[in-house]
């Protein structure tokens, strides 16, 4: 069926299919216009991580919706976002962090993010701290800000994004992240880092986070976590850097924020920085319509108490380890799995191509199209695929994901060609 509608990301000759129109989800499964149901293992976009259908974040929202209507954040307050900022507060840390600005998208988070550091640093007087600093590979969103500060070839000329104050160096290299902090330390306002970079589920080494930690200290930039993807359970603790050897200065959140439900996102940031804005009675020069306002933010605290009620943390470790074992059997049997990555609920297959060579982006497409005639979604990813379950999976359907996986794998193999005979 034809529709005006131009959706994100799929060339022209791939609009109007309706076996990519969802009409309705429900648990993990996702049902279509052409009437197939599906087994879910993206999380919808890495964000509905308690499933589908929540009545208790659905009732928060036909509540706020009801009574708030619209109330923002926009030289004002409301309730609704008061509540959001403090329950949000208490699952990333009291004791360190101060205060919330409420956004309404990861990339608009990183774009207010970059901002605040350049900001923070003006007030302490050293306005010439501009540069912010991330890793190859990395993704922070396709607004001009996170576009800027994303590590991979995405088009960014093409579009003219300026990437002047932007530095980029390889994730887990020590030595470079060193030498470039001792060439250009005092013109650095931040570093930013996803704890496991999205596009490749590539997660941070112990050793790279002990430096990172190490030369904030020592050299005064801000560290910033991008947790869009990683917050709420995703890697096994509610946010990833709550196991760092010291915490970031600022954490961005978003995905699982309000379980899907509302675009809504967050930068929280450390009472030193909040108390730098507070003694210089400083606005920071950051708003947005929805950013803030009555129905995401009720969205968001519904989602916390969900995650709560559910336990929601300890049982994504439960399907991560059912994972882990099932993708360690793949990688010890099956003739195009070379390898796996990632971390928890957030793991990459890499796969080869027949010949043992890399998989091509059509190769990908490829196996992706055939897990999902085998029943499941997952997500694309280089030379691979990316399993990224909600964290209230149950067995049966981590099984049920492995077999549809392997499913699209095999189609991949090449048949044996027939004996010749003499």
């Given at each position: ?8 990301l799929i060339p022209p000759s791939a609009h109007g299919k309706d076996a990519d129109c969802a009409v309705s989800a429900r648990g993990h499964r996702i049902t279509f216009a052409d009437g ?185 930039f801000l560290l910033v976590a991008d947790e869009v993807a990683t917050g709420f359970g995703r890697t096994g603790t509610f946010f990833a850097s709550q196991s760092w050897p010291g915490q ?148 049966a359907e981590v099984d049920e994901l492995m077999t549809c996986v392997e499913s699209g794998l095999d189609s991949l193999v090449p048949t044996a060609a027939p004996a010749t005979h003499r």
């Open positions: 069926m034809s529709s005006a509608l131009w959706p994100y197939s149901e599906v087994l879910d293992a993206d999380s919808g976009l890495w964000n509905v991580n308690i499933g589908y259908g929540n009545r208790a974040i659905a009732a928060a929202v036909a509540e706020a919706a009801a009574t708030g209507s619209y109330l923002h954040s926009f030289r004002f307050e409301n309730t609704y976002a008061r509540k959001a900022a403090d329950d949000l507060l208490q699952v990333c840390g009291p004791g360190h962090y101060g205060r919330v600005l409420l956004s309404s998208g990861g990339g608009v988070a990183n774009d207010a993010a970059m901002k605040l550091v350049r900001h923070y640093h003006a007030l302490k007087g050293h306005p010439r701290r501009n540069l912010v600093v991330a890793l190859r590979g990395s993704f922070h969103g396709l607004t001009f800000g996170g576009f800027a500060l994303t590590g991979e070839d995405l088009g960014q000329r093409v579009y003219g994004v300026d990437q002047r104050l932007i530095r980029h160096v390889t994730p887990n290299d020590v030595d470079e992240l060193t030498a470039l902090i001792a060439r250009s330390g005092q013109q650095i306002a931040a570093v930013v880092v996803e704890p496991v970079l999205g596009t490749g589920t590539i997660p941070l080494t112990d050793e790279y986070l002990a430096a990172l930690v190490r030369l904030r200290d020592e050299t005064g970031p200065d600022v954490l961005l959140s978003s995905k699982g924020l309000t379980n899907g439900t509302c675009p809504a996102s967050a930068v929280v940031f450390s009472q030193e920085i909040a108390d730098a804005f507070t003694e210089h009675d400083a606005i920071l020069t950051h708003a947005e319509t929805q950013g803030g306002s009555s129905v995401p933010a009720a969205a968001v605290s519904a989602a916390i108490a969900e995650m709560h009620r559910l336990d929601a943390v300890v049982a994504g470790r439960r399907v991560a380890a059912r994972l882990d074992d099932a993708i360690t059997d793949l990688v010890a049997r099956h003739p195009l799995v070379t390898g796996a990555s990632g971390r928890g609920c957030f793991r990459t297959l890499r796969i080869g191509g027949p010949g043992g060579h890399r998989l091509s982006p059509p190769g990908v497409a490829h196996l992706v199209g055939a897990v999902r005639r085998a029943g499941a979604i997952v997500h694309p990813g280089p030379a691979g695929i990316q399993l990224v379950p909600s964290l209230t999976y149950s067995d």
